[in-house]
Structure formats: C-alpha cells, structure tokens
C-alpha cells in the first residue's frame, strides 16, 4: 500500500470521529514516518509502506477511533510554535492558553524588564511544563519555579525542560500550589483546572479521556483558583502580579472574591473575544 492510498484509506475510517480527519491521518503518517512536515507526504505519495508500518497505522488508527485524543497517541502535542511531549497525566496544551503567554510577556515587559535583576515567576500547576517553557524561551531574562503536586506531571514536564536546555532556568517543585515557592515571586501565571462539574456531561468525548484531576475546578470551577488567590499574597514580591486563565462564564464571580481579596483585577479578551486572562495586582 503506497502512502497516497494509505492516507485516503485512513481519512475514510476517521471521518466519523474527528472533525479533522485529514489533519488527524497525516500526524498519524508523519509519525510513522518520523517526519514534521505534511509536505513530506505529497512528495512521498508513491511511496510504500513496509509491513511493519502498515501494522502501525492500523493500531494507532484504532485508537484514534475509539475516541483517544490525537496528543496522547502521538505523546505530542503543539503549543506556541513548540513541540512538548504529553501523556495521559498532563492535560493537552489548548490554543486558548497561548492568550495567557501573549499577556504574560506584556506584563513582564511593561512592568518588569526595567529593573536590573532576574525577574522571578512560578508556574503554578505546570502540568506539561508548556507554560513555563513558552516564557522562558521568550524571555532569557526569566527565572522560572514550575510546581505541580503530581510526581508524573513534575516527570513530563522534566523531560520538556531537558529537550529545550531550560534545567539551569526552570526549577521544578512538587507541592499544591504556592506551597512548595520559597522565594517572593513576581509574576505567578497558573491555568488552574476551571471548568466546572456539571460540564463533565457537556464536553466532548474524548476530552473525558484527558485527566479529571487537570479539568475540573469543583462545582463552580474556581475552587483551585480560589486557593491560590487566597493564599498565594504572601509569596507575591511588593509590586507583583497574577495571571490566570479562567472560563469566560465565571468573569463576574471570579471579579468578585480577587476584589474581596483586595485584588485589582484586569481581563483581557482571547482571539475569539472571549475574557480568558486576568491580571491581578494588589490594591
């Protein structure tokens, strides 16, 4: 079976479980193949598959269909214009959460970069590491805690941070939230798990298969969110900040308790328009 007959095979068997049958089979292929560019795949279109790799396809598509999310298949995913490797135990890096980094890097640059030292942030809840990763490589300048209270999160995001040479500026910490930061910090950026329990019945299938723990925030979402408001003042440097990512449904209450808190908070908009970032500074 050639590669041009594989993939239309494929892209006939996907159609019915992924909104991207196309896209899907040719990450499947350049998998395979261990290639990076779709391009590969039309010069190579006549090109045959070995036994071995025909074997491959099947497989990995079977686990396509039964509804077992593209990133976990591959143990990859995209974020930011990088690759991270991802399993079952960190949630999938989203294109929402690029927002996060944009007015992260704002902040930092507008509020930070005159002084004439390390400017010191926490990725609270690191999961993948993408967070912390992103703005290190965007900013050399950074000295990045990355915590996380799950040992297998704290190893995937270990193996991100050694592929991309970041161990001398990425220190990792295990521990629930704020708890394990035993310097002030300046900035602290989390995407905390927002969504909210009732929505368990609501998302799509096979975001059911991404870990419970990384997704859901309690009953109303903002259990964890609450926390680290809560309790995160007293490792925040004078002058420091919080960024979070939130659910654009929770703006009002979320609004609420950071100013019970005596939070200043400022939201800004993700591509599609939505809130999806607040700054918090203290009052």
Request: with cysteine; proline share 5%.
């Amino acid at each position: 079976m050639t590669i041009g007959e594989a993939r239309a095979a494929t892209v006939r068997t996907l159609k019915n479980v992924s909104d991207a049958p196309d896209l899907d089979t040719d990450w499947l292929l350049l998998h395979i193949f261990q290639q990076s560019e779709t391009v590969w795949l039309l010069m190579h279109s006549e090109d045959y598959l070995s036994a071995i790799q025909e074997i491959e396809l099947q497989k990995l598509t079977r686990e396509r269909t039964s509804g077992k999310p593209l990133a976990y298949i591959l143990g990859e995913a995209w974020f930011y214009g990088r690759r991270f490797m991802v399993s079952p135990d960190v949630l999938i890096p989203r294109p929402a959460t690029e927002a996060l980094i944009e007015k992260s890097l704002e902040v930092i640059d507008s509020k930070f970069l005159e002084k004439d030292r390390p400017l010191v942030v926490a990725d609270i809840g690191t999961g993948s590491g993408c967070i912390a990763i992103a703005l290190a490589l965007a900013r050399p300048q950074l000295l990045i805690y990355a915590t996380d209270k799950s040992g297998i999160a704290i190893s995937v995001a270990e193996k991100n941070i050694i592929q991309y040479n970041l161990g001398g500026r990425i220190k990792l910490l295990r521990g629930q939230l704020c708890s394990p930061l035993l310097e002030k910090i300046n900035l602290l950026v989390a995407n905390l798990p927002y969504l909210p329990a009732a929505d368990y019945l609501k998302v799509e299938a096979e975001v059911t298969r991404e870990s419970a723990q990384a997704l859901y925030g309690g009953e109303d979402g903002l259990d964890l969110i609450k926390e680290l408001i809560r309790t995160c003042p007293a490792k925040l440097a004078p002058g420091g900040a919080i960024m979070l990512e939130f659910d654009p449904r929770q703006r009002q209450n979320l609004e609420k308790y950071a100013k019970q808190r005596k939070f200043k908070p400022k939201f800004h908009q993700d591509l599609s328009g939505k809130d999806r970032v607040v700054v918090l500074t203290q009052n």
